[in-house]
């Protein structure tokens, strides 16, 4: 029973425009979201977190997204740069963290010049 | 300042045997979380440790163990490896346990491969 979805395995952005990556989650007691970048062979980057009082946090040019009544949570990155090519994966925490994070199974981000 | 380091970057097993992957959390951080990236899969959480105890383990069997001493750094130990045990280990740590906001920062991961 995945939690945490991320449907779009990968997603092609042409440099300069906004990339839009899509998350949704089924569990109601998640109240802390997170996007991570990952390159290969490295481990995952901490990008930009919401909590579940808010419905928008922005950071340069990363903004996420909460919608809680569909349980659904957006990153948006504006402009897209070649850096930005990476697997980008949402993430998502109860409470203190006790579980540790649910991760999604990540977004390929390809940007193309 | 450092960031979590892991080592080794690579480990060879063979099945049946143990292995052991270490992390070092960031300066001052006393939460440590393991983590595990099998092909295919999304992160699994492993563990957590905090102040020298084990707080919480995912749905793992037993034969995934560990420890974190006194310096807060952390041993993660497989026993009786199998060949679905092949996967990226990843080490997080995070300033302190319960803080509601505390985000977890990941080190570059232990690639274990058992054949």
């Known amino acids: 029973d995945q939690q945490v979805k991320q449907n779009s395995p990968s997603l092609s952005v042409q440099e300069g425009r906004i990339s839009i990556l899509n998350c949704d989650y089924t569990?109601?007691?998640?109240?802390?979201f997170l996007w991570y970048k990952k390159y290969p062979a490295e481990g995952p980057t901490f990008l930009i977190s919401?909590?579940?009082?808010?419905d928008k946090n922005e950071d340069g040019r990363f903004t996420v997204f909460l919608n809680k009544s569909a349980k659904h949570l957006s990153l948006h990155i504006v402009p897209s740069q070649p850096g930005d090519s990476a697997v980008y994966f949402c993430a998502a925490r109860v409470g203190g963290g006790a579980d540790g994070l649910t991760f999604g199974k990540g977004t390929h981000l390809i940007i193309q010049p | 300042e450092a960031g979590v380091t892991q080592s080794p970057t690579h480990l060879i097993k063979t099945r049946g045997q143990q292995a052991t992957l270490r992390c070092s959390p960031i300066?001052?951080?006393?939460?440590v979380y393991w983590y595990q990236q099998a092909l295919g899969l999304g992160l699994q959480f492993l563990l957590w440790y905090d102040e020298g105890e084990e707080r919480n383990r995912g749905n793992f069997p037993p034969r995934f163990s560990g420890r974190q001493f006194p310096n807060y750094s952390s041993e993660l130990n497989v026993n009786a490896l199998e060949l679905e045990d092949s996967a990226l280990y990843l080490c997080?740590?995070?300033?302190?346990?319960?803080?509601?906001?505390?985000?977890?920062?990941f080190g570059p991961g232990t690639r274990l491969t058992v054949l």
């Open positions: 300066s001052g951080h006393t939460s």
């Open positions: 569990n109601s007691m998640f109240d802390y």
């Open positions: 919401i909590s579940s009082i808010k």
């Open positions: 997080a740590s995070s300033p302190r346990a319960g803080g509601r906001s505390d985000t977890q920062y």
